[in-house]
T-cell receptor, first 112, second 118 residues
Framework: DAKTTQPTSMDCAEGRAANLPCNHSTISGNEYVYWYRQIHSQGPQYIIHGLKNNETNEMASLIITEDRKSSTLILPHATLRDTAVYYCIVWDRYSSASKIIFGSGTRLSIRP | AAGVIQSPRHLIKEKRETATLKCYPIPRHDTVYWYQQGPGQDPQFLISFYEKMQSDKGSIPDRFSAQQFSDYHSELNMSSLELGDSALYFC?????????????????FGQGTRLTVV
């Protein structure tokens, strides 16, 4: 079962920052927080991941709370092409049987 | 950069027929995962392989089987197809490490195979 909880849907104005929250209160010490998104029936696309520290790449920023029980994905300047379902996933890359388990995700709509 | 390649992209089969879906991982990736996504649903994990050995198994029906070959590509074989098998099937690949020896890379997904059973 998925170990994350996300809002079912959110919307954001184009050009503004989109902040997507995720709760993972039962995360274990070896589990990383990963974010993927899926644009209308395409393959899930990797966005970013982190363990403890905040991370930033060309797509987004990831803010992880100090207790690691929640995180926020930030898309700094949302565009219409960012409309997608965003999945927050905790994944133990150190497990012999590691796999990505998808929860329900957040459907993000960007309005013009 | 090379991505995960899945074939075919679309497949139409009749009930009780068989289907074979293929997945070609990113070069050097040794781990493959298969997922099924029904209409309006989230991807569900089916099965995974690391270094040609099954590493984990999810909600995969007994009618389905899969394997990873020496060149690391993987095939998902589906028999006695049912209408409920109609779905998107995604493959993902990553570079793994032997169990207990640390993590590998993130997983990258292919564009999927859309299977329609009629």
């Amino acid at each position: 079962d998925a170990k994350t909880t996300q809002p079912t849907s959110m919307d954001c104005a184009e050009g503004r920052a989109a902040n997507l929250p995720c709760n993972h209160s039962t995360i274990s010490g070896n589990e990383y927080v990963y974010w993927y998104r899926q644009i209308h029936s395409q393959g899930p696309q990797y966005i970013i991941h982190g363990l403890k520290n905040n991370e930033t790449n060309e797509m987004a920023s990831l803010i992880i709370t100090e207790d690691r029980k929640s995180s926020t994905l930030i898309l700094p300047h949302a565009t219409l092409r960012d409309t997608a379902v965003y999945y927050c996933i905790v994944w133990d890359r150190y497990s012999s049987a590691s796999k990505i388990i998808f929860g329900s995700g957040t459907r993000l709509s960007i309005r013009p | 950069a090379a991505g995960v390649i899945q074939s075919p992209r679309h497949l139409i089969k009749e009930k009780r027929e068989t289907a074979t879906l293929k997945c070609y991982p990113i070069p050097r990736h040794d781990t493959v995962y298969w997922y099924q996504q029904g209409p309006g649903q989230d991807p569900q994990f089916l099965i995974s392989f690391y270094e040609k050995m099954q590493s984990d198994k999810g909600s995969i029906p007994d009618r389905f089987s899969a394997q990873q070959f020496s060149d690391y590509h993987s095939e998902l074989n589906m028999s006695s197809l049912e209408l409920g098998d109609s779905a998107l099937y995604f493959c993902a690949s990553s570079l793994g490490f032997p169990p207990g020896q640390g993590g590998g890379t993130e997983a990258f997904f292919g564009q999927g195979t859309r299977l329609t059973v009629v």
